[in-house]
């Protein structure tokens, strides 16, 4: 039997390769499984027993533990068991707690009466989410070459998207079937089994700053390019918590079963996920991180056009919804790609989870913003102006990254004693060294003279 096999989109690799990849999509899922659960199974769950959409603000809460990673990431950057693994010492506790805040939650059935206590409980449960997240991000960075960024970006997405499909498919499925308890409890094992080929492999020994610095943010937020990514970033956020409504709300509005949704969702969330996987990695090496977006910005606009003319057309039915979220997840699958490619880039390999928590950040703040006002500016613009909206800013925030991705690339490269690699359409699979300088390692790090 080979040892050996094909990357998606990529040359072949051997077994110890594939094990890696394994275990980082497996974190992506754990990941993305319980933020899933909160921004998209139970807004729906809540909108079916009549919650209205003015106090889906609400589940915004449980959110905010993220917009405070950036305040723990240093730390997890700095201290971890270097038996068990720097990024493993903060995964496994965090993953038991989540598990445990889970099943708490599997005898509370979720009634309008209940809401507040749901918010409270889950708020703590994504307290210690938004901390795994932080290991998670490091634990990536530090285990994807600089040439597999692209490879990277389209696992981790896809990954993500196999995190909301359980959250939206499988545990939906399971609820109308089988009730609440089993289906929560199904989540805090599906949360441990996602987790376990990272906790189980041996993990790359940590990197040392120059000179035994600590990480910190401030490390990273003086540099101009970090602070334009962080501000794309936001950007970006802000188009995917608009969008949110899209799989909650409005299909539920539109006659959908729950299950249905699901169903809808899974399917889409699947076929882009194994179409972006497969041709991801060829897609962005070919196309270069700028020329990528604008192709997902171009294929956006039909996407949302559908979505409008369904706000206007009498309810449609199941196959129309199909087949619309399969076009607009696989015009989405690059504009996600591309983010997360450029942050495992742009990030600090040294402190790489500080710079990727902040990146991520960034997303997860936009998002947060964009899904608190989603409700007030749906219930007020009607469905039909709504995604007018959305397919509007989406097509601006992809413009945002374009621009300033040159700028951000000659900065690192004006750092590092690099020029952007001519041979790539856009600079993004790395950097050829100026008059015989070695490339570095963490090509981000500023000049410590003026």
């Excluded at 496994?92 to 409270?120: K, N, R």
Aim: one cysteine or more.
């Amino acid at each position: 039997m080979s040892d050996a096999t094909a990357a998606p989109g990529g040359p072949t690799l051997p077994h110890t390769e594939r094990l890696k990849l394994v275990a980082i999509g497996g974190l992506i899922i754990a990941k993305i499984f319980p933020f899933g659960f909160v921004v998209m199974m139970l807004p729906a769950i809540y909108r079916e027993r009549g919650l209205s959409l003015e106090l889906f603000w609400l589940f915004s809460i449980p959110t905010i533990p993220f917009w405070l990673k950036w305040l723990v990431a240093p730390v997890v950057d700095r201290y971890g068991s270097t038996r068990l693994g720097r990024r493993k010492s903060w995964i496994l506790p965090c993953t038991a707690v989540v598990a445990c805040t889970y099943l708490s939650l599997a005898f509370i059935e979720p009634t309008v009466d209940h809401l507040l206590l749901f918010i409270g409980i889950l708020t703590v449960n994504q307290c210690f989410v938004a901390l795994n997240e932080v290991a998670v991000h490091g634990y990536c960075a530090d285990h994807l070459e600089p040439h597999e960024q692209g490879l990277g970006g389209s696992l981790m997405l896809g990954a993500d998207n196999a995190g909301f499909l359980f959250a939206n498919v499988a545990l939906v499925a399971m609820y109308g079937q089988v009730g609440w308890t089993a289906t929560v409890c199904s989540a805090a094992a599906l949360l441990v089994l996602a987790s376990l080929p990272a906790l189980l492999r041996r993990e790359r020994p940590p990197r040392v700053l120059a000179g035994g610095a600590p990480p910190t943010l401030r490390r990273m937020l003086r540099r101009p390019e970090a602070r334009a990514a962080i501000a794309i970033g936001m950007g970006i956020g802000l188009q995917k918590g608009l969008a949110l409504l899209w799989y909650s709300a409005f299909l539920v509005d539109e006659g959908l079963s729950l299950f249905d949704i699901g169903l809808a969702t899974g399917i889409a969330l699947l076929l882009s996920g194994v179409v972006g996987m497969t041709l991801g990695p060829r897609l962005l090496d070919a196309l270069g991180f700028p020329r990528a977006m604008l192709l997902s910005a171009a294929l956006l606009l039909p996407a949302y056009g559908a979505i409008v003319w369904l706000a206007q057309a009498p309810p449609a039915g199941f196959t129309t919804v199909l087949a619309i979220a399969c076009a607009y997840e696989l015009a989405l699958f690059p504009y996600y790609a591309v983010w997360i490619g450029s942050m495992l880039r742009w990030a600090h390999p040294e402190q790489a989870a500080t710079e990727m928590t902040i990146l991520d950040g960034s997303v997860l703040l936009g998002a947060t913003l964009g899904g608190a006002v989603s409700g007030f500016l749906a219930e007020y613009l009607g469905w039909a102006a709504y995604f007018v909206l959305v397919a509007a800013y989406s097509t601006l925030s992809s413009l945002h990254f374009v621009g300033w991705f040159g700028w951000i690339e000659r900065r690192r490269a004006a750092a590092a004693g690099t020029v952007p690699d001519v041979q790539s359409p856009s600079g993004a699979t790395g950097d050829v060294p100026a008059q015989g300088v070695p490339h570095p390692a963490a090509a981000l790090v500023p000049p410590t003279t003026p």
